[in-house]
């Protein structure tokens, strides 16, 4: 008999359920979790727990639960269920969900958990599987409302009637499909409240606007920007209707797009790192991108090694050598910043790059007189040598100027040759803003020598 | 007699139409713009051309173009425009933008505006300006849809009727009013298409789920995790409903708050900057965090000071000490944004901070040692000395530990003690990894002094 729940913390009382195979106790702890605790107690199981306590709950709640881990995750779990346990859980989520799932498993598993689903569910899924996650077909979901044009208003709310329990809610506006099932029109609800019982719905339609599956994010957001629609209908290359992409599905594929840019320019390349992955796969992750990172490291460094004598000469120096990189990369992300979100919002194109170019040395000029100024008179403060500031004040003005012009410049660059701003504009930046950095310091440093030995 | 637009850039046109006073051939140039260049074209204008346009159009359409401003610079565009003009155009928006924007005005000036808006909308806004952008009357909408449930299903058709034309769609869902206002339930609008002509609507109701004005943006993410609705009716203190929240007035509330601490991260405090604000404001903007940086970069660099006569000896260690220190940043910081991340999917509690440190001990140990021997190796085949490649590669790879676990824990500290992660976790981390990374370098150099000169 396992020691009362109250004396344990839940993911341990978790714990000892699943390992009496207790379904009801597990539940009963669950229940008892505050809402915003669930994931936080999940994630406190190791990950051959987090399955036994799948196959262990009825398929419907495993799938609430499911829902809560972030897709990879439960990738990762559905992928070491066995096929049977797998599958009917799998039947319980929408299958715009299944097809994220399974699209991240390996082919072979994903066709075995396919043939043990529902077989509607799993054409559905079929239909979804090979859309990518940034088009239309990769959001929208195919549950959609629609009847033929021809119905007459008694037989819909008939057919409503009859459909009571599986229809979760009524979209505001009906569509309506014409014999070759390509949307016609649609119909306000309260225009079907309103309609002759006896008339075809198709004769109080209006207009409807669609999009092809092939539509991207920003076409979507383009959509919801212009229609104050909660959905858009869907449709293949014969205008027939496939789906309907919901407002917030792609709200949350737009904020996913952007978490995932952020992690990019945090450098975790791969992404979507969680601390419940095995540590390999965690550090390899973060190293996939640290490896590069040295390289440039190395190179931008190598730089300082041409200038050894001058930096026998005057060791102060080496001081100020970070302090010139740190702050240009700095500046320089900063103008990464700005300029990703100008692109995001859609008020720089990359056709724009010399105007940003010129709107960024202008800010360049402004702070890298004001930090040149700052770093000119705390090295001379400290060394009592106003030529060592000169050299290095001087340094930093310009490394700015050259900083803010290459982060602001270089993301429309990139996303103009189709490459992910966010994830090369950092590396590109830092390496050629240490090397200039370190360059003008040492340069200058050089040329300037009489005066700072002096 | 201006050229014809089409020798024009589309932003050039408009200036010419602007200068006229043409209202309708500004209209004409914007109504040829594609959707996705409009905003684009529209920040190719003076900030004064921005307030003529606005002026020279008819409320709704200039209301349809401040959409496209953000909300800081609509607010300022508003700023500018006369009284009259900017509650003529104002009066066009739902009453939360209107909210956003006056809130961001002087109070004297957001009462001017509000002084010549139509009353009943004016006394909207003055509801809503109070309530900070992070809680539910923040996001919320006036505009709700609900009945007294005692209003009879007939009576219910022909009001809607009535309303046709303001109504924009019919909620899922109606909501229920009892006679002191407070939400006593909601009826499915299928069962109303059902109900008995003259039975109270109250008669088929299902209980309905509210929360307060003050909820925050996490409250409301838990309530849209668990609850399928389209949206969550907000009520004041006693109970009574005060307006409504969508579920994706959520959904870009939160992703608002993503970018924003994202720009934080990247070092612009404040936030926001778009590159079509005055010159002086953006430079400002962005020396209020670099002026900081400086002086945390001059405080870290101070210990290389600490250490000339060692580097005076073994110049090479100068090419190392910048790479000692990205390279700790660069863990340090892939660090921070999986802690970001998982206090955002609620996996992590500030409470959690020893287990996430003894997670991030784990993996720096690993990447320590790949990133310190990868360094030793490149430091002895430089410089052919390998106690040199001993040194750095040892600071390095403890260094490393350093900062991931600097990095992994801060973020869970500050969010404990009620400070934003997102813009101290930065500065926190490269300070102390920067003058920790010095240390180990030139001090395991001190202590080894005789193999490295040897």
């Known amino acids: 008999m396992a020691t009362p729940a109250q004396d344990l913390k839940p993911w341990e009382a978790l714990r000892e359920r699943i390992a009496d195979d207790d379904r009801d106790g597990a539940e009963a702890v669950l229940a008892k979790l505050p809402p915003e605790e669930t994931v936080r107690v999940l994630f406190r199981l190791s990950s051959e727990d987090q399955q036994r306590l799948l196959a262990l709950m009825p398929p419907d709640e495993a799938a609430d639960l499911l829902h809560e881990f972030p897709d990879q995750l439960a990738a990762d779990l559905i992928d070491h269920l066995d096929t049977e346990a797998a599958a009917h859980i799998v039947d319980e989520l929408p299958s715009d969900d299944v097809a994220d799932i399974l699209g991240s498993l390996d082919r072979a598993h994903a066709e075995a958990i396919l043939g043990s689903m529902d077989p509607e569910a799993a054409g559905e899924v079929r239909e979804l599987i090979d859309y990518p996650t940034d088009v239309a077909g990769g959001v929208m979901e195919l549950e959609h409302f629609a009847y033929p044009e021809t119905i007459r208003q008694r037989d819909f709310i008939r057919d409503v009637r009859a459909r009571r329990k599986e229809i979760e809610q009524l979209p505001a506006r009906l569509l309506l499909l014409d014999s070759l099932g390509r949307p016609s029109g649609a119909v306000h609800i309260e225009d079907v409240l309103l309609a002759n019982p006896d008339s075809p ?126 702050m240009s990369g700095c500046s320089g992300n900063q103008a990464v910043a700005v300029s990703m979100r100008e692109l995001t919002l859609g008020i720089v194109k990359p056709r724009d790059v010399l105007r940003v170019w010129w709107q960024e040395v202008s800010v360049g000029l402004i702070n890298g007189a004001a930090l040149g100024t700052l770093l000119a008179v705390a090295a001379y403060l400290w060394q009592g040598n106003a030529a060592l500031g000169a050299v290095v004040g001087l340094a930093l003005g310009i490394n700015t100027i050259v900083a803010v012009s290459i982060g602001g410049c270089v993301p429309l660059l990139l996303k103009h040759f189709k490459v992910d701003p966010a994830v090369a504009s950092g590396p590109i930046l830092t390496t050629v803003t240490d090397m200039c950095g370190f360059f003008l310091v040492l340069g200058i440093a050089t040329l300037s020598l009489p005066y700072l030995i002096a």
Request: overall charge negative; aromatic content about 4%; cysteine-free.
């Open 201 to 326: 719905l198709g004769t109080v339609a209006e207009p409807v606007v669609t999009l092809p599956v092939t539509a991207d994010l920003d076409v979507l957001e383009d959509y919801f920007d212009e229609y104050e629609t909660p959905g858009v209908p869907i449709v293949d290359d014969g205008g027939r209707l496939v789906g309907r992409v919901r407002r917030q599905d792609l709200q949350e594929a737009l904020a996913e797009r952007a978490s995932s840019d952020q992690l990019k320019v945090q450098g975790i390349v791969s992404g979507e790192e969680l601390r419940a992955m095995p540590l390999v796969s965690r550090s390899r992750r973060r190293l996939s991108w640290l490896s590069v990172n040295i390289v440039l490291n190395i190179i931008a460094a190598s730089v300082i090694a041409m200038f050894q004598d001058t930096l026998a000469a005057v060791i102060a120096l080496a001081v100020f050598l970070p302090i010139v990189s740190d």
